[in-house]
Protein backbone atom coordinates (compact mmCIF):
# COMPACT_ATOMS: atom_id res chain seq x y z
CA UNK A 1 0.00 0.00 0.00
CA UNK A 2 0.73 3.76 -0.75
CA UNK A 3 0.36 5.30 2.82
CA UNK A 4 2.73 5.47 5.50
CA UNK A 5 2.59 2.96 8.25
CA UNK A 6 0.93 5.09 11.45
CA UNK A 7 2.58 5.57 13.93
CA UNK A 8 2.21 2.12 16.85
CA UNK A 9 -0.50 3.04 19.82
CA UNK A 10 1.06 3.68 23.43
CA UNK A 11 -2.05 2.42 25.58
CA UNK A 12 -4.85 0.39 24.62
CA UNK A 13 -7.04 3.31 24.25
CA UNK A 14 -4.72 4.59 21.55
CA UNK A 15 -4.95 0.58 19.96
CA UNK A 16 -8.55 0.47 20.21
CA UNK A 17 -8.71 4.18 18.48
CA UNK A 18 -6.03 3.13 15.69
CA UNK A 19 -7.58 -0.38 15.11
CA UNK A 20 -11.00 1.78 14.42
CA UNK A 21 -9.39 4.24 12.58
CA UNK A 22 -7.32 2.19 10.04
CA UNK A 23 -10.70 0.18 9.63
CA UNK A 24 -13.14 3.10 8.89
CA UNK A 25 -12.31 3.25 5.40
CA UNK A 26 -11.72 0.74 2.30
CA UNK A 27 -12.53 -1.80 4.85
CA UNK A 28 -15.26 -0.37 6.20
CA UNK A 29 -16.49 0.58 2.77
CA UNK A 30 -16.17 -2.88 0.72
CA UNK A 31 -17.45 -4.97 3.62
CA UNK A 32 -20.74 -2.35 3.57
CA UNK A 33 -20.58 -2.75 -0.03
CA UNK A 34 -20.48 -6.74 -0.34
CA UNK A 35 -22.85 -7.30 2.60
CA UNK A 36 -24.98 -5.26 0.77
CA UNK A 37 -24.86 -7.97 -1.87
CA UNK A 38 -25.75 -10.18 0.62
CA UNK A 39 -28.61 -8.29 1.91
CA UNK A 40 -30.58 -8.67 -1.36
CA UNK A 41 -30.06 -12.38 -1.49
CA UNK A 42 -31.05 -13.14 1.90
CA UNK A 43 -34.60 -11.40 1.02
CA UNK A 44 -34.54 -13.36 -1.86
CA UNK A 45 -34.08 -16.53 -0.38
CA UNK A 46 -37.03 -16.01 2.14
CA UNK A 47 -34.70 -14.67 5.53
CA UNK A 48 -36.72 -12.52 7.62
CA UNK A 49 -34.34 -8.75 7.88
CA UNK A 50 -34.05 -10.20 11.86
CA UNK A 51 -32.26 -13.17 10.48
CA UNK A 52 -30.39 -11.65 8.12
CA UNK A 53 -28.81 -9.28 9.95
CA UNK A 54 -27.63 -11.91 12.86
CA UNK A 55 -26.56 -14.12 10.14
CA UNK A 56 -23.78 -11.68 9.31
CA UNK A 57 -23.63 -10.59 12.78
CA UNK A 58 -23.25 -14.51 14.68
CA UNK A 59 -22.20 -16.44 11.14
CA UNK A 60 -20.11 -13.65 10.10
CA UNK A 61 -18.28 -15.52 7.62
CA UNK A 62 -19.81 -14.40 4.02
CA UNK A 63 -19.37 -17.83 2.24
CA UNK A 64 -21.25 -19.25 4.67
CA UNK A 65 -23.90 -16.89 4.88
CA UNK A 66 -24.12 -17.51 1.65
CA UNK A 67 -24.22 -21.04 1.70
CA UNK A 68 -27.11 -21.02 3.92
CA UNK A 69 -28.97 -18.81 2.13
CA UNK A 70 -28.69 -20.49 -1.37
CA UNK A 71 -29.18 -23.78 0.14
CA UNK A 72 -32.13 -22.67 2.47
CA UNK A 73 -33.99 -21.02 -1.25
CA UNK A 74 -33.64 -24.82 -2.73
CA UNK A 75 -35.30 -26.02 0.34
CA UNK A 76 -32.33 -27.77 1.37
CA UNK A 77 -32.69 -30.71 4.51
CA UNK A 78 -31.15 -29.31 7.70
CA UNK A 79 -28.21 -31.43 8.37
CA UNK A 80 -27.26 -30.21 4.42
CA UNK A 81 -27.67 -27.03 5.08
CA UNK A 82 -25.47 -26.89 8.15
CA UNK A 83 -23.11 -28.74 6.38
CA UNK A 84 -22.86 -26.87 3.60
CA UNK A 85 -22.22 -23.67 5.79
CA UNK A 86 -19.90 -25.19 8.03
CA UNK A 87 -17.79 -26.29 4.95
CA UNK A 88 -17.66 -23.03 3.58
CA UNK A 89 -16.55 -21.58 6.75
CA UNK A 90 -13.59 -23.87 7.37
CA UNK A 91 -11.34 -21.69 7.02
CA UNK A 92 -11.54 -20.10 10.31
CA UNK A 93 -9.42 -22.74 12.01
CA UNK A 94 -6.30 -22.39 9.77
CA UNK A 95 -6.65 -18.63 10.21
CA UNK A 96 -7.00 -18.30 13.70
CA UNK A 97 -3.51 -20.66 14.49
CA UNK A 98 -1.07 -17.77 13.47
CA UNK A 99 -3.61 -15.21 15.02
CA UNK A 100 -4.46 -16.23 18.54
CA UNK A 101 -0.57 -16.66 19.87
CA UNK A 102 -0.32 -12.74 18.98
CA UNK A 103 -3.18 -12.51 20.99
CA UNK A 104 -1.57 -13.68 24.26
CA UNK A 105 0.45 -10.74 25.71
CA UNK A 106 -2.95 -8.89 26.64
CA UNK A 107 -3.63 -10.68 30.15
CA UNK A 108 -7.49 -9.81 30.07
CA UNK A 109 -7.92 -10.39 26.66
CA UNK A 110 -6.27 -14.07 26.67
CA UNK A 111 -9.28 -15.01 29.43
CA UNK A 112 -11.77 -14.07 26.77
CA UNK A 113 -9.63 -15.04 23.67
CA UNK A 114 -12.77 -18.09 22.75
CA UNK A 115 -15.27 -14.91 22.62
CA UNK A 116 -12.69 -12.58 20.72
CA UNK A 117 -12.56 -14.96 18.29
CA UNK A 118 -15.81 -14.39 16.84
CA UNK A 119 -14.60 -10.85 15.57
CA UNK A 120 -11.73 -12.52 13.28
CA UNK A 121 -12.98 -11.76 9.35
CA UNK A 122 -9.99 -11.57 7.10
CA UNK A 123 -9.91 -7.70 7.29
CA UNK A 124 -8.71 -7.73 10.81
CA UNK A 125 -6.72 -10.60 10.79
CA UNK A 126 -4.70 -9.73 7.74
CA UNK A 127 -4.16 -6.08 10.42
CA UNK A 128 -3.17 -8.36 12.61
CA UNK A 129 -0.67 -10.57 11.18
CA UNK A 130 0.89 -7.31 9.07
CA UNK A 131 0.94 -4.78 12.33
CA UNK A 132 0.63 -7.31 15.08
CA UNK A 133 4.52 -8.57 15.35
CA UNK A 134 5.73 -4.92 15.29
CA UNK A 135 3.32 -3.67 18.54
CA UNK A 136 3.44 -4.04 21.95
CA UNK A 137 2.22 -7.12 22.94
CA UNK A 138 -0.43 -6.39 25.19
CA UNK A 139 -2.05 -3.83 22.75
CA UNK A 140 -2.55 -6.39 19.71
CA UNK A 141 -5.93 -7.29 21.15
CA UNK A 142 -7.56 -3.78 22.16
CA UNK A 143 -5.92 -2.94 18.42
CA UNK A 144 -7.64 -6.10 16.90
CA UNK A 145 -11.05 -5.34 18.76
CA UNK A 146 -11.69 -1.91 17.77
CA UNK A 147 -10.64 -3.04 13.66
CA UNK A 148 -13.51 -5.44 14.44
CA UNK A 149 -16.03 -4.13 15.82
CA UNK A 150 -16.24 -1.15 13.21
CA UNK A 151 -15.88 -4.03 10.44
CA UNK A 152 -18.65 -6.03 11.63
CA UNK A 153 -20.70 -2.59 12.49
CA UNK A 154 -20.25 -1.88 8.97
CA UNK A 155 -21.17 -5.80 7.86
CA UNK A 156 -24.34 -5.20 9.37
CA UNK A 157 -25.24 -1.97 8.45
CA UNK A 158 -24.70 -3.32 4.78
CA UNK A 159 -26.80 -5.97 5.29
CA UNK A 160 -30.24 -4.30 6.51
CA UNK A 161 -29.43 -2.08 3.25
CA UNK A 162 -29.32 -4.43 1.15
CA UNK A 163 -32.34 -5.88 2.43
CA UNK A 164 -33.91 -2.87 2.23
CA UNK A 165 -32.98 -1.85 -1.26
CA UNK A 166 -33.23 -5.63 -2.81
CA UNK A 167 -35.00 -5.36 -5.76
CA UNK A 168 -34.72 -1.61 -6.69
CA UNK A 169 -31.46 -2.26 -8.07
CA UNK A 170 -30.38 -3.87 -11.30
CA UNK A 171 -29.14 -7.00 -12.12
CA UNK A 172 -25.09 -5.51 -13.15
CA UNK A 173 -25.49 -3.18 -9.73
CA UNK A 174 -25.99 -6.58 -7.66
CA UNK A 175 -23.31 -8.38 -8.96
CA UNK A 176 -20.75 -5.80 -8.84
CA UNK A 177 -21.22 -5.21 -5.38
CA UNK A 178 -20.86 -8.91 -4.83
CA UNK A 179 -17.55 -8.99 -7.32
CA UNK A 180 -16.34 -6.22 -5.07
CA UNK A 181 -15.27 -8.84 -2.68
CA UNK A 182 -12.98 -11.27 -4.23
CA UNK A 183 -11.02 -8.37 -5.84
CA UNK A 184 -10.74 -6.68 -3.01
CA UNK A 185 -9.30 -9.46 -0.94
CA UNK A 186 -7.43 -10.23 -4.31
CA UNK A 187 -4.97 -6.92 -3.75
CA UNK A 188 -4.97 -7.00 -0.11
CA UNK A 189 -3.54 -10.21 -0.23
CA UNK A 190 -1.15 -8.47 -3.18
CA UNK A 191 0.23 -6.37 -0.35
CA UNK A 192 1.59 -9.18 1.59
CA UNK A 193 5.34 -8.73 2.38
CA UNK A 194 6.75 -11.60 3.47
CA UNK A 195 8.36 -13.97 0.68
CA UNK A 196 7.10 -17.35 2.38
CA UNK A 197 3.39 -16.10 2.26
CA UNK A 198 3.78 -14.71 -1.18
CA UNK A 199 4.52 -17.72 -2.89
CA UNK A 200 2.16 -19.38 -0.72
CA UNK A 201 -0.49 -17.06 -1.87
CA UNK A 202 0.65 -17.68 -5.81
CA UNK A 203 0.41 -21.35 -5.46
CA UNK A 204 -3.01 -21.57 -3.74
CA UNK A 205 -4.17 -18.78 -6.41
CA UNK A 206 -3.15 -21.75 -8.90
CA UNK A 207 -4.63 -24.84 -6.81
CA UNK A 208 -7.59 -23.74 -5.33
CA UNK A 209 -9.78 -23.87 -8.51
CA UNK A 210 -7.66 -27.08 -9.97
CA UNK A 211 -8.43 -28.57 -6.18
CA UNK A 212 -11.96 -27.41 -6.31
CA UNK A 213 -12.63 -29.62 -9.50
CA UNK A 214 -11.04 -32.83 -7.59
CA UNK A 215 -13.43 -32.33 -5.09
CA UNK A 216 -16.06 -29.42 -4.25
CA UNK A 217 -16.02 -29.96 -0.50
CA UNK A 218 -12.17 -31.06 0.33
CA UNK A 219 -10.65 -28.99 -2.54
CA UNK A 220 -9.80 -26.30 -0.28
CA UNK A 221 -8.81 -27.51 2.81
CA UNK A 222 -6.40 -29.36 1.00
CA UNK A 223 -5.13 -26.35 -1.42
CA UNK A 224 -4.15 -24.55 1.72
CA UNK A 225 -2.18 -27.59 2.91
CA UNK A 226 -0.42 -28.14 -0.22
CA UNK A 227 -0.07 -24.50 -1.23
CA UNK A 228 0.97 -23.26 2.32
CA UNK A 229 3.70 -26.31 1.93
CA UNK A 230 4.90 -25.18 -1.20
CA UNK A 231 5.24 -21.54 -0.24
CA UNK A 232 6.94 -22.32 3.37
CA UNK A 233 9.61 -24.90 1.73
CA UNK A 234 10.18 -22.93 -1.02
CA UNK A 235 11.10 -20.08 1.01
CA UNK A 236 13.42 -22.34 2.77
CA UNK A 237 14.84 -23.43 0.13
CA UNK A 238 15.85 -20.18 -1.26
CA UNK A 239 17.27 -19.31 1.72
CA UNK A 240 18.90 -16.02 1.79
CA UNK A 241 18.49 -12.70 3.75
CA UNK A 242 15.31 -11.58 2.02
CA UNK A 243 13.52 -14.55 4.01
CA UNK A 244 10.32 -15.09 6.09
CA UNK A 245 10.93 -12.52 8.81
CA UNK B 1 -40.61 -22.82 6.80
CA UNK B 2 -41.80 -21.02 10.12
CA UNK B 3 -40.05 -18.52 11.03
CA UNK B 4 -38.59 -19.76 14.09
CA UNK B 5 -37.65 -22.45 12.61
CA UNK B 6 -35.18 -19.95 10.71
CA UNK B 7 -33.84 -18.72 13.51
CA UNK B 8 -33.20 -22.25 15.31
CA UNK B 9 -31.30 -22.93 11.54
CA UNK B 10 -29.77 -19.63 12.02
CA UNK B 11 -28.11 -21.00 15.19
CA UNK B 12 -26.96 -24.15 13.69
CA UNK B 13 -25.47 -22.55 11.38
CA UNK B 14 -23.58 -19.95 14.06
CA UNK B 15 -22.99 -22.94 15.77
CA UNK B 16 -21.19 -24.56 12.82
CA UNK B 17 -18.99 -21.96 12.07
CA UNK B 18 -18.18 -21.07 15.47
CA UNK B 19 -16.46 -24.61 15.91
CA UNK B 20 -14.30 -23.55 13.40
CA UNK B 21 -12.56 -20.36 15.09
CA UNK B 22 -12.79 -22.02 18.50
CA UNK B 23 -10.87 -25.15 17.25
CA UNK B 24 -8.33 -22.58 16.15
CA UNK B 25 -7.95 -21.48 19.05
CA UNK B 26 -7.65 -24.51 21.18
CA UNK B 27 -5.39 -25.53 19.10
CA UNK B 28 -3.14 -22.17 18.71
CA UNK B 29 -3.39 -21.61 22.29
CA UNK B 30 -0.28 -24.23 22.23
CA UNK B 31 1.45 -22.39 19.71
CA UNK B 32 4.61 -20.54 20.10
CA UNK B 33 4.81 -17.43 17.18
CA UNK B 34 8.43 -17.28 16.83
CA UNK B 35 8.09 -21.58 15.66
CA UNK B 36 8.89 -22.97 12.19
CA UNK B 37 5.04 -24.69 12.65
CA UNK B 38 3.93 -21.52 13.14
CA UNK B 39 4.96 -19.79 10.61
CA UNK B 40 4.02 -22.74 8.28
CA UNK B 41 0.44 -22.44 9.14
CA UNK B 42 0.55 -19.18 8.47
CA UNK B 43 1.62 -20.34 4.80
CA UNK B 44 -1.24 -22.53 5.00
CA UNK B 45 -4.22 -19.98 6.12
CA UNK B 46 -2.77 -17.61 3.11
CA UNK B 47 -2.55 -20.69 0.16
CA UNK B 48 -6.36 -21.39 1.72
CA UNK B 49 -7.66 -17.72 0.99
CA UNK B 50 -5.75 -16.98 -2.16
CA UNK B 51 -7.32 -20.50 -3.27
CA UNK B 52 -11.00 -19.86 -2.14
CA UNK B 53 -10.27 -16.01 -3.82
CA UNK B 54 -9.32 -17.25 -7.00
CA UNK B 55 -11.54 -20.47 -7.12
CA UNK B 56 -14.54 -17.77 -6.57
CA UNK B 57 -12.99 -15.40 -9.77
CA UNK B 58 -13.14 -18.83 -11.92
CA UNK B 59 -15.91 -20.89 -10.65
CA UNK B 60 -18.24 -18.50 -8.81
CA UNK B 61 -21.77 -19.88 -7.14
CA UNK B 62 -24.72 -17.88 -7.37
CA UNK B 63 -25.28 -14.43 -9.47
CA UNK B 64 -21.80 -13.92 -10.47
CA UNK B 65 -21.86 -17.30 -12.42
CA UNK B 66 -24.50 -15.56 -14.58
CA UNK B 67 -21.37 -13.61 -15.59
CA UNK B 68 -18.86 -14.21 -18.32
CA UNK B 69 -15.63 -15.73 -17.28
CA UNK B 70 -13.82 -12.83 -19.04
CA UNK B 71 -15.53 -10.13 -17.98
CA UNK B 72 -14.39 -10.97 -13.93
CA UNK B 73 -10.39 -11.83 -15.32
CA UNK B 74 -10.40 -8.39 -17.71
CA UNK B 75 -11.49 -6.41 -15.13
CA UNK B 76 -9.36 -7.78 -12.04
CA UNK B 77 -6.56 -8.05 -14.75
CA UNK B 78 -7.18 -3.89 -15.52
CA UNK B 79 -6.66 -3.34 -11.39
CA UNK B 80 -3.55 -5.16 -10.86
CA UNK B 81 -1.98 -3.23 -14.04
CA UNK B 82 -3.60 0.04 -11.73
CA UNK B 83 -2.52 -1.71 -8.03
CA UNK B 84 0.91 -1.84 -9.07
CA UNK B 85 1.44 1.18 -11.24
CA UNK B 86 0.30 3.45 -8.49
CA UNK B 87 2.93 1.39 -5.96
CA UNK B 88 0.25 -1.42 -4.46
CA UNK B 89 -2.50 1.18 -3.87
CA UNK B 90 -5.57 -1.23 -2.89
CA UNK B 91 -8.15 2.09 -3.48
CA UNK B 92 -6.59 2.11 -7.35
CA UNK B 93 -6.91 -1.78 -7.52
CA UNK B 94 -10.23 -2.53 -6.40
CA UNK B 95 -12.16 1.03 -7.96
CA UNK B 96 -11.10 0.31 -10.80
CA UNK B 97 -11.70 -3.70 -11.27
CA UNK B 98 -15.05 -2.87 -9.81
CA UNK B 99 -15.93 0.09 -12.50
CA UNK B 100 -14.94 -2.09 -15.22
CA UNK B 101 -16.75 -4.99 -14.33
CA UNK B 102 -19.68 -2.87 -13.89
CA UNK B 103 -18.89 -0.93 -17.36
CA UNK B 104 -18.77 -4.99 -18.65
CA UNK B 105 -22.01 -5.69 -17.26
CA UNK B 106 -23.95 -3.13 -17.86
CA UNK B 107 -23.27 -3.08 -21.71
CA UNK B 108 -23.93 -6.49 -21.83
CA UNK B 109 -26.98 -6.21 -19.77
CA UNK B 110 -28.24 -3.48 -22.61
CA UNK B 111 -27.00 -5.84 -25.60
CA UNK B 112 -24.82 -3.56 -26.28
CA UNK B 113 -21.65 -6.52 -26.31
Same mark, same amino acid.
Given at each position: ????????????????????????????????????? =?????????????????????????????????? =?? !?????? /??????????????????????????????????????????????????????????????????????????????????? =???????????????? =?????????????????????? !?? /?? /???????????????????? !????????? !???????????? | ???????????????????????????????????????????????????????? *?????????????????????????? *???????????????????????????????
Amino acid at each position: MNNPEPDNPNTTKEAFVIGMGEAFGLPALVLFASMIG =FGSMALESGFSIGVAIGSTIGIWGLPGQVAMAES =FA !LGAPVI /AIVLSVSMANMRFLPMALPMVPLLRGNKTGWKWRYLIIHFMSINPWAAVLRRGPEMKPELITPYFLGFSIVCISSGALGTATG =FIVAGSLPFYITVALI =FLNPVYFAYLFSGVRQRNCILA !LI /AG /AILGPLFYLVSPEWGLPACG !LAAGSIGYG !LDKMIGGRNGSD | MVQINLWGLLALCIGATYFWRAAGVFIASKLDPGSDLFKWLACVAYGMLAGLISRI *FIFPVGLLAETPLIDRLVALGLGYIL *FFMMGRNLFAGTSVAVLVFLALTTTRSYGLI
